[in-house]
């Protein structure tokens, strides 16, 4: 697969889940349909949107492409109309939420390396393309954001990112770099939740 | 009336409904002048910063005029000194935002469609912009955002904004076409509100 | 000392300081180590980042250069080596974000004053970058803005701003201006504290 489709195939991904995640949570506090929609949107898309504002690409891609938009509204009507089929799965939000993040560390950090910052920056940036619609989401529904309190959450995307950057510095073709590192972003996010991996805490005081 | 003419009105105005809706939250959750200064402010020019930063045009029109921090601290003045005044209104800060959002979804609309974003994303921005406010004010008194659990919220915005923006494609005089659409957003919200419109909810499950 | 020296020195201590105040709620919420450092970065960089982007300097410093991440990072793994040292502060969270407050009012002013804004305006970013992190770091642990229930906060900030701006509007030296708005506004805001100021309220209805 050529490296700009597995892009655009994750990016479409990314948006889908976490406008999903963001469907979830909302119809979990009971708001009505355009309610649900406005927080799949904003859950899809606000990462886009950050990383575009940082890199000085404005106006973002969200509002000047037809389809992140469409793409977060299509998992706002899914998860209105398949809510239980999509409850049958453990913890949907945690889940939608751990493919998002992985997928949108990799693909946040290559645009950044593609504007030309350099690899610490662009792995930083995906980091927050990656966090970012979930902060959204969380703020939103007055939720403590999970990226503070979730044992190995941002650590799972800086991982992804950095990862991919360094895997390309060292000659390892786009598409395998960038697979593998969504793989292991996705997989220690996933295996932290499964196997309870705790990360160390401040002694009480 | 002059187009520029009516949008500098409009833009006033919903600065100010937006910033008297901030400060009244403030003055309900009993904080000092200051900070209702500053919640007013955020609330009355927030939409047009963050339409602003999507189109690109940085520094935002709040920080390179004087008016917007002008008419919005002039806002949390007038709530300040003439509270019981505005609570003698059913439901100030509901009406308030009511105006503001149709205000700011057409004039949003109208600054996406002359920096050239095409219909659609003009139309997304103008809601954007017109949300924008009541989201920072929302949030900041740790409140869930009305536009999530208010029925006919982001949808009033989005009538408002479609409409003008058709209608002038359209071929209809821009006066014409923003009263129109600015009437109808903000009469959509009210009627929503008095009537107990309901928008579809999601099953129990 | 030199001006562009004095300016790192502050906006190197603004970071840190922040970046502890963010930490030490992340502590006192009981986060893990990564909770901790996002926080901590959360608030050490997020007015700066804010400045930056709206003065339309995209990507900001904290993506282009090492050090903010670096200090940031740096203030949160101390936090977390030394919570109880840093609990022996009376207040260290109100400690810290005093001292981030008048250091990021007079270095954004500063840094907008250098972009062209005309001072109203550059007096106004300053406020923003020196309130931005505190209301980064309070809505991620979901608590109120301290900028709006805090008597004597952005007042602070703009005090420090507005002193810089119009001493070097006089012709005081650059470092002499610095230097005495930064203490001007640390100080207010711990005298206000200490001394339990209070600014209006609008009276019970």
Known sequence: MSAPLLFTILNVLGTFVFGLSGAMVAIR?????????????ATGVAGGMTRDLLLGAAPPEALTTFWPMAVASLAGVTAFFFTSAIERFNRPVMLMDAVGLGVFAVAGCRKAL????????????GMIT????????DIMATETPRVLHEDVYALAAFAGAATYAVALAAGVP??????GAVLLAVSLRLASVRLGWKLPRPPRS
């Not at 504007?115 to 930083?124: E, K, Q, S, Y």
């Not at 990656?130 to 989401?137: D, K, L, N, Q, S």
Request: aromatic share 8%; glycine share 16%.
């Open 29 to 41: 506090h009971r708001f009505d349909i355009f309610g649900i929609l406005v927080l799949s949107v």
């Open 114 to 125: 593609q504007f030309g910052l350099d690899p610490l920056g662009a792995i930083l940036l």
């Open 130 to 137: 990656a966090i970012g619609g979930g902060i959204v989401r």
């Open 174 to 179: 786009e598409t395998a770099a960038a697979s």
